[in-house]
């Protein structure tokens, strides 16, 4: 009896132990964050389904964090701001999901969010949010459209808002003592500036010049004092989507222009955009900046949702590390490195791919160019379906991101039970195979999921072999494969020629080529030593037009080229007047 029982426990810790390894605490994470996203009901009547996540609300409360989401019915809870569990308030929640939503911590005893997508609003409030039960107080605030609750340590209450291509962000403040209601008048704080503000320019690349751009999402952090004024331009569905930032001494302003702008930005890379967020402070002190990324392949509303971590230097300049901002990065509970780029580089750029089937158009070549807007779709969804990468020469992998692609999914709103399933095995020389990640147990929604491999793997090979996915097609996005090559980084940028035009908000940049490099990150900023905006650039072409600069700024510009063995050392840096 007592070897039977020992064989029945033996049997059982055989069965858990994919789920275990596939929940094992992983020391960093990469953009777009990997959350079971809600389906969209928002163009339902259309038939348009696809998955989307925006503007989120992060807010710490009682030493854990829950992130709002716009038209998601209900929010996420986490407590290391790295796993996320979703919860489902009901009844208690906006039938429509929430639009643009804003929270607040007031000390740590309740919890404050609205969101109505109506505008017209109450605000919600409750002391268990993990519970999902909330209350309205009993009064209503009208023509709010991105609202930002926010309550100073006095006690203090306000409401800003904002989403528009005409009017500017706005603020008044509230009774927080009498139910929240408007004390005073409504004042207009800043608008756009496009003129003297190139990144505030509309359009993909900030190219289009005849529509405004909008300003929105109002977010307001307090620190040493000073009050942060966050804001989003020009456009959600475009790629240099940025959240800017305006400073004062109170918070109805007057408020000043950052010369640091925008603080959150990433135009380039596998996927662009770090708009419309929130701004919160996590795990050991570390500012953490969320915000909403593009990923217009159903259409143009799909987003994703993205975090950086956050900085205020020593002259009170609040600024987001961006650069090699969908690389994996240390998360937010490792010591002394929250937030930093990992080093580990992309094997999988431009690598020869093949597969099982493919619809026309839609080979395995979209798995591996670094445009999420390509994918790979196969002709069969079922457990015969694989796709292999090759890189070419043998390289240590350390991580793997597999993003799936809403293919004609038919699905809306929230479904329980959705999981993804299969393993990725690797190989050196193509005949002998070993099992990298097991997802073939797995009863998690992860369609950005993001895999730390335990024990990293010197590898030429890696072979994706589809199990189950809870949509009615196959079809991936990206298999991003993380980790050192065995060839040497690239030699520094020696040639190096930033020109602004006569418009001063634009700027050419042209380098000689460096052998072997992948890709370069431009870097640039207000100071020699805060070269704090990066954009990323693959391929060979060694010119680039950026479109983002303030007219009355002077900028300090430097280049950097990278491989998958590593990164050189960064060019001089070039003033530009």
Aim: hydrophobic share 30%; glycine share 8%.
């Amino acid at each position: 009896m007592r070897r039977l029982i020992t064989n029945l426990l033996l049997a059982l810790l055989c069965l858990a132990s994919p789920l275990l390894a596939q929940d094992m605490r992983m020391d960093t994470y990469c953009n777009p964050l990997n959350v079971d996203y809600t389906y969209m009901i928002y163009n339902s009547s259309k038939d348009i389904s696809y998955r989307s996540g925006a503007d989120p609300a992060v807010v710490e409360f009682r030493g854990e964090y829950y992130m709002f989401v716009t038209r998601t019915h209900g929010y996420w809870h986490s407590t290391d701001l790295q796993n996320w569990n979703f919860i489902n308030p009901g009844e208690n929640w906006y039938p429509q999901g929430c639009n643009a939503p804003a929270a607040h911590n007031y000390k740590d005893s309740v919890l404050y969010v609205c969101g109505d997508p109506s505008g017209v609003m109450s605000v919600l409030y409750t002391d268990n949010p993990k519970s999902g039960n909330w209350k309205a107080t009993p009064a209503i605030i009208t023509n709010l459209q991105d609202p930002d609750l926010f309550l100073d340590d006095d006690g203090s209450a306000y409401m800003f808002w904002g989403s528009s291509n005409k009017w500017p962000i706005r603020g008044m403040k509230l009774n927080k003592n009498h139910r929240f209601i408007q004390e005073g008048e409504k004042l207009e704080l800043f608008n756009l500036d496009p003129e003297k503000h190139g990144w505030e320019r509309f359009g993909e690349n900030h190219a289009d010049t005849v529509l405004g751009g909008y300003i929105e999402g109002p977010w307001l952090t307090k620190h040493n004092g000073r009050y942060y004024m966050q804001y989003a331009a020009p456009g959600t569905q475009f790629n240099v989507y940025a959240d800017g930032v305006y400073v004062a001494d109170h918070p109805m302003g007057p408020y000043t222009y950052q010369k640091h702008n925008p603080i959150s930005y990433k135009p380039g890379g596998y996927i662009n955009g770090a708009g419309h967020g929130s701004t919160v402070l996590g795990p050991g002190g570390q500012y953490w900046h969320f915000g909403s990324m593009a990923l217009p392949i159903n259409m143009h509303w799909e987003r994703r949702l993205c975090m950086f971590p956050t900085y205020f230097d020593e002259d009170g300049i609040m600024y987001c590390d961006t650069r090699f901002g969908d690389y994996p990065r240390y998360a937010p509970t490792v010591p002394g490195k929250k937030g930093e780029f990992r080093g580990w580089m992309l094997l999988s750029y431009n690598k020869p791919a093949r597969c099982s089937s493919a619809v026309e158009g839609h080979t395995a070549a979209g798995l591996t160019d670094e445009n999420c807007k390509t994918y790979w779709l196969a002709s069969s969804n079922d457990e015969t379906q694989w796709v292999e990468i090759d890189l070419q020469a043998p390289a240590t992998v350390n991580a793997i991101q597999v993003n799936y692609n809403d293919y004609k999914s038919d699905m809306y709103g929230r479904y329980p039970g959705l999981r993804h399933r299969y393993t990725i095995e690797g190989s050196v020389d193509g005949i002998n195979w070993t099992r990298l990640v097991n997802r073939s147990n797995s009863f998690k929604d992860t369609p950005h999921d993001y895999v730390e491999l335990e024990t990293p793997a010197r590898v030429r090979y890696v072979r994706y072999k589809n199990i189950h996915v809870p949509t009615p097609h196959l079809s991936i996005s990206a298999i991003r494969i993380f980790g050192l090559g065995e060839g040497k980084a690239p030699a520094q940028v020696k040639t190096f020629d930033p020109r602004r035009h006569e418009d001063r908000r634009d700027i050419t940049l042209t380098w000689k080529p460096v052998k072997g490099a992948q890709g370069y990150n431009i870097l640039w900023g207000i100071a020699p030593d805060k070269l704090y905006s990066s954009w990323m650039v693959y391929g060979d072409e060694c010119r680039h037009l950026m479109k983002c600069l303030s007219t009355d700024q002077k900028y300090y510009f430097a280049i950097e080229a990278f491989n998958e063995n590593g990164v050189s050392q960064i060019s001089v840096v070039k003033e530009v007047k």
